[in-house]
């Protein structure tokens, strides 16, 4: 991500979210490229990718949030951006506030249900984190657990439950004939981790459709009687729901109205440019760059791209193309091993286990975001 800033050095960068694309394009920024501020309504940032772990392991919740105030200072603005102006080229708080930029980069993510996401509404990271020890009692506490949803999350929720707590029903309950049926990704793939969960002891219901989804409660509260459209009734004392993630398009859904997909994401061109904009970037899964295909290494690539085309902006040379790297996905089942796919290769436990699965590349942002990361002092 090198390179000559000496014209991006006099530009102001505003960027909207603080995931994995927002940090990263802040963290290159930081290094004196140029003035930029990140503006997020949460605290912290949220290690997603580690969150799962979270409500098997006591005191892992610390771990995955990472405050913003040490590594960027008074370039970070806890808010919420409620509206932007492209043609004054500012952006509006919630507060009031007004920020202007040269250059808006919008990385707003998308969000879902709890555990692999956190509501929007919570914004400070000591409540994010109670949340998470709290359902580690009530894992520990239940004898029926039913996941919903058989993508990443589902999947790889069933395999930190079913390594970590050997004395539980759980069921997952996916609408497909395979998990991780997006099109993407190959059937040796898909087979295996079937044969994992099935190997760790969780029972698939494949091609049912959860009937009384809105009926039951999602918070561990109540034993409820999951049923299914194909008649199937599925006891549980915690139900997961793992299907349903949003894109929050709620910063510029009105600003750039015409430029959405069907699901909220921004239409980009070739340089990842907001179409019809020069001035305005889409990252992460805000972004249309990529389809459907969802993945926290993939904002990493737009921020690569991103960075470079700042500065070829800034001094008005041609910018540089986005070209889509080629799908990989590693599924960790619970901390001991997994699956993962790169490329056409399908690879096991070993290999998921050491790049993945058993630290969860968590150690590594906080390094990135130049903090120490702490130790868990609860894990039993």
Known sequence: MGGSSSNLQDKHVVIVGGGY???????????????????????????????LRAVVEKGYANMIFIPYAPTYGESFKQGKVVSIDATAKKVVLETGDEISYDYLVLATGTSGPFPAKVDLSVTD???????????????????????????PVGVELAGEIATDTKDKNITLIHSKSALIDNGTFNDKFKKRLREGLETLGVEILFEHKVSNLDELPTDGSARCTVQTDKGSTVEADIVF?????KTNSSAYSEAFSGKLDEIGCLKVDEFLRVEGYT??????DCSAAD?????????????????????????????????PPSNIMFVPLGRNGGVAQIGNMVVGNFITKTAKSKGLFTSRFWDAMGQKMPTNSKKK
Not at 241 to 245: A, D, K, M, S, T
Not at 279 to 284: E, P, Q, S
């Open 279 to 284: 001035d305005v970037f889409a990252i992460g």
């Open 125 to 151: 990271a000591s409540q994010a984190i109670e949340m998470y020890n709290s359902y580690v009692d009530k894992i520990n506490a239940a004898k029926d657990i039913v996941i919903i949803g058989g993508g």
């Open 291 to 323: 389809g459907q295909a969802k993945m926290a290494f993939k904002a990493g690539t737009h921020v690569e791209v991103v960075v470079k085309n700042l500065q070829l902006q800034a001094d008005e040379k041609d910018l540089k193309a986005y070209k």
């Open 241 to 245: 729901v793992c299907i349903g993630l």
């Open 21 to 51: 694309g927002g940090t990263a394009l802040a963290n290159y920024l930081k290094k004196g490229k140029c003035k930029f501020t990140l503006i997020d309504p949460k605290d912290s940032f949220h290690h997603s990718v580690g969150a």
